[in-house]
């Protein structure tokens, strides 16, 4: 039996057997009066990225303003940091024996100190995502973790402050936060990166001293920076991988 078969049957039965193109597709589900959904925006991808932090001695002038904007951002107890700067006095005649001050985690600056004896200079410090990291080996529980675009973090629903973290991180950066008996400590911020932004810290240092490094992307500035100063990272001699990589650092530096 003969049937009259128009267009718009046609298509619809076609449709069933090919596989169309992205676009031909979308012209089909608006010829039949469907719903077009919105393309998927692009999704981050954490696979692609491995973070860092360079550092600049040479361009931090102790303003504290990077401590400020990070409990600000992270919601930092008063007396804990996420990161905090240190003030290094190196004696001439002793420069194995620096003297070191942090009034407040240099949160609201320092007070001017005339040492004509000694040379001094800024070190902003903050966990250091260690590719091998030995807070991560030592948490029993496995909340503390490592993501796969290198940022070291804490699930606070599985962290049962038992302090062992605390006391593997060599850095010192880690603390028990007294509002909820949990460990807390610098996320990168995490929930800003992967938005495309940069870190509370790096947004407002008014030097530059600190910058966010993507060393995954080959484009990123970082690698420059590694490959044309004198890098270092806090105590090499404990092979944890850290990624907050110090230009200029001073020996006397701990």
């Known amino acids: 039996m003969n049937q009259e078969i128009n267009r718009r049957e046609l298509l619809q039965d076609a449709g069933k057997f090919i596989i169309l193109s992205g676009a031909a597709r979308v012209g089909l589900q608006t010829m039949n009066g469907d719903t077009v959904p919105e393309p998927e925006k692009d999704k981050y991808k954490a696979a692609d990225h491995w973070w860092a932090m360079t550092i600049d001695i040479t361009k931090c002038i102790g303003c504290g303003n990077c401590v400020k904007a990070c409990a600000a951002e992270n919601g930092v107890p008063d007396g804990y940091f996420r990161t905090w700067v240190e003030r290094y006095y190196v004696p001439d005649d002793h ?109 407002v240092c008014p030097t530059a001293s ?38 200029d650092l001073d020996g006397a530096v701990r």
């Open 95 to 203: 420069p194995d024996k620096p003297e070191v001050d942090s009034p407040n985690g240099g949160m609201n600056g320092f007070p001017a100190m005339d040492r004509p004896d000694a040379k001094s200079f800024f070190v902003p410090k903050l966990c250091n995502h260690c590719a091998d990291s030995p807070c991560v080996q030592a948490c029993p529980v496995g909340a503390t973790f490592e993501t796969k675009d290198g940022v070291v973090l804490v699930d606070q629903k599985y962290c049962v402050g038992c302090r062992y973290c605390i006391q593997a991180c060599p850095y010192g950066c880690r603390y028990l936060d007294p509002r909820k008996n949990v460990v807390d400590k610098c996320t990168l911020c995490y929930h800003r990166i992967t938005q495309g932004l940069t870190t509370a810290c790096v947004e």
């Open 210 to 247: 600190r910058q966010l490094a993507d060393l995954k992307n080959p484009n990123d500035p970082a690698h420059k920076f590694l490959r044309e100063n004198h890098v270092q990272v806090l105590k090499p001699h404990l092979a944890t991988g850290a990624k907050a990589y110090y230009k």
